[in-house]
């Protein structure tokens, strides 16, 4: 199983663009990287996936290098509302469904 | 509204009592998922069912016992629980066709044990 390592926690500035990273050296061949977004007592909600290479969508972009060992979530301009816990995750068809999360980041933004 | 429901939201149970926490999922999802979450930690797996069969126990204690009666059902059956126990409980599903770890979760019961 693709164990994952974030920094614990993370503070920004209202406006700025945030990167977090993983880092997952131990990925497999068939394994996609997930990224959630978690606000206390509530569900994680899925925020952007990827396999290789950058994805976009509405609210992040997701930067895979070419080995595949770490990635970036990328999240634009963020404002208070972004304050949350966010969880990498690493698992695909080779691992069934196992899907273990790490520690996660605790982003706090700033006024 | 992800379209995994819980009930009941919030449960009260004595160490004696015995409880139930209910999980249903309308997106046709054919894998279901029981994770535990207490204060400030990271989220652990504790139950996977696949097609209604069991294919994770991640060293779960008896007393949570899980039953999985179709594809859109899950429950977590309690008893005897212990203070330490309590903590958020979190159903979640996807399709385990495409299996790309793209979960869907539900807003969570909140255990107390007295």
């Known amino acids: 199983l693709a164990k994952t390592t974030q920094p614990i926690s993370m503070d920004s500035y209202e406006g700025q663009e945030v990167n977090i990273t993983c880092s997952h050296n131990?990925?497999?061949?068939?394994?996609?990287i997930t990224w959630y977004q978690q606000f206390p007592s509530q569900g994680p909600r899925f925020i952007i996936q990827?396999?290789?290479t950058k994805v976009t969508n509405e609210v992040a972009s997701l930067f895979i290098p070419a080995d595949r060992k770490s990635s970036t979530l990328s999240l634009p301009r963020v404002s208070l509302s972004d304050t949350a816990v966010y969880y990498c995750?690493?698992?695909?068809?080779?691992?069934?469904?196992?899907?273990?999360f790490g520690t996660g980041t605790s982003l706090t933004v700033i006024p | 509204e992800t379209g995994v429901t819980q009930t009941p939201r919030h449960l009260v149970m004595g160490m004696t009592n015995k409880k139930s926490l209910k999980c249903e999922q309308h997106?046709?999802?054919?894998?279901m998922y029981w994770y535990k979450q207490s204060a400030k930690k990271p989220l652990e797996l504790m139950f996977v069912y696949n097609f209604k069969e069991q294919t994770e126990n991640n060293s779960v204690p008896s007393r949570f016992s899980p039953e999985c009666p179709n594809s859109s059902h899950l429950f977590l059956h309690l008893h005897t629980l212990q203070p330490e126990d309590s903590a958020l409980y979190l159903c979640?599903?996807?399709?385990?066709?495409?299996?790309?770890?793209?979960?869907?979760f539900g807003e969570g019961s909140r255990l107390t044990v007295l």
């Open positions: 131990n990925i497999a061949t068939n394994d996609y």
């Open positions: 979640a599903s996807s399709n385990d066709r495409a299996n790309t770890g793209e979960l869907f």
């Open positions: 995750l690493v698992g695909g068809r080779g691992t069934g469904n196992q899907f273990y």
């Open positions: 990827g396999y290789k």
């Open positions: 997106l046709g999802h054919n894998a």
